[in-house]
């Protein structure tokens, strides 16, 4: 992994979901569970159909809430209100992580397709408040989903971001063709294998960020 490649990187832009927690924690599955609860309600579905329809929306929109508010006029704010009550406590802090953002130079940033005060919830339960200059939620980009280009557009603009000068970790491939089409570094985090438009690949994200700024294990 050549650590000359992100020697000149001056913002850290960083996915949440699965991305600064394992895959393995039990706090998106809740999500999942207020999702379908939902779509049962609204849509008159039971929970199987609820569950695949979640799935699609997901797989064709990039989110739930992308697919509710295109077929179905979702109010946004309402749903994330909903989806988003759940137990943080199951996340623990994750001193490593905090230590190894911490010591990457320049800006650090949150980009998010939950809301803003999730992101903050979740970044907390990690022991990682105070480490992210900006927190950037689906809200903050006009509950435009990721992976629409027009959601990077928006957010990267209002961070007055230099794309060839930014990294993202994410740990859906999806997410990162526009950011690598814009100029950014792409890191994918997690078990998926890499793509064409993936520069770098880890399973494990404090290692990788050691690695790059030699920042001493804990």
């Known amino acids: 992994m050549p650590a000359k490649d992100f020697t000149h990187i001056q913002d850290w832009v960083f996915d949440l979901d699965h991305t600064l927690y394992p895959a393995t924690s039990q706090l998106f599955s809740q999500l999942e569970v207020n999702m379908e609860r939902y ?6 579905l039971d ?13 064709n929109h990039g989110t739930t809430l992308a697919g509710l508010m295109l077929h179905h006029n979702t109010d946004p704010v309402a749903y994330l209100d909903e989806v988003q009550q ?16 911490s010591a990457l130079p320049g800006r650090k940033i949150i980009f998010t397709n939950g809301s803003r005060t999730y992101a903050e919830n979740v970044t907390a339960a990690l022991g990682l408040d105070n480490v992210f200059d900006t927190i950037y939620g689906v809200d903050d980009a006009g509950f435009v989903s990721k992976p629409a280009a ?5 957010v990267f603009t209002k961070a007055d971001l230099a794309p060839t000068r930014a990294a993202m ?13 814009l100029g950014l570094k792409t890191v994918l985090v ?5 793509a ?4 770098h690949h880890t399973a494990d994200l404090p290692a990788f960020l050691r690695k ?7």
Do not use: C
């Open 47 to 59: 929970q199987k159909a609820a569950a695949t329809r979640r799935a699609t929306y997901w797989r």
């Open 169 to 181: 970790f994410e740990d859906d491939p999806r997410n990162l063709k526009t950011p690598h089409a």
């Open 190 to 194: 997690g078990p998926t294998a890499p």
């Open 150 to 154: 027009e959601a990077f557009h928006t």
């Open 212 to 218: 790059l700024r030699d920042a001493p294990p804990l």
């Open 86 to 101: 759940i137990d943080f406590s199951v996340l623990a802090p994750d001193p490593a992580l905090r230590a190894a953002i």
């Open 39 to 44: 779509l049962m309600r609204e849509l008159d």
């Open 196 to 199: 064409p438009h993936i520069h």
